[in-house]
């Protein structure tokens, strides 16, 4: 039977793999900007775009996560109240949270005005008659 050093030893897997040492749970500083377009979304400032209709809470915070390490990412809805599971929609908020700072940005997936997180009739009626001037699109 083979014997190994260290057989007692913690092991703590990593993005790198598993290592005996401890990660790193220092705070990234990147400006808020850069993780969210090296997330893959757009950033203008107040807001988060380039999100696909249907896109999961936990894929969005993951995406945003794997960018900015240890940072805080904290999904809301537009009351402010966190939410942990369900669809992304329009209005909601995410924000992030690293060493440089904390920022909010609202979320806006194209096409979806209601904010009800998917695309249909309702959305065209609201985007004909804020053309017309009957209904303000609030952003």
Same mark, same amino acid.
């Given at each position: 039977?083979?014997?190994?050093?260290? @057989?007692?030893?913690t092991i703590t897997n990593s993005n790198n793999g598993a290592t005996g040492e401890e990660p790193d749970?220092?705070?990234s500083t990147l400006p808020i900007s850069t993780i969210v377009t090296s997330s893959g979304y757009k950033y203008q400032s107040?807001?988060?775009s380039g999100i696909a209709v249907g896109t999961d809470i936990n894929t969005i915070k993951g995406a945003i996560e794997s960018v900015? /390490? =240890?940072?805080t990412v904290v999904i809301m809805d537009s009351n402010s109240n966190e939410i942990q599971t369900g669809t992304?929609?329009?209005? @909601?908020q995410i924000k992030i949270t690293n060493a440089s700072g904390s920022e909010?940005?609202?979320?806006?997936?194209?096409?979806d005005t209601s904010g009800d997180g998917v695309i249909n009739a309702l959305d065209l009626l609201q985007v004909q008659?804020?053309?017309? /001037?009957? =209904?303000?699109?609030?952003q």
């Open positions: 039977i083979p014997v190994f050093n260290n @057989m007692d030893a749970t220092t705070l107040g807001y988060i900015s /390490g =240890y940072n992304v929609k329009t209005g @909601m909010t940005l609202k979320i806006a997936i194209k096409g008659k804020d053309i017309l /001037g009957t =209904y303000e699109i609030v």
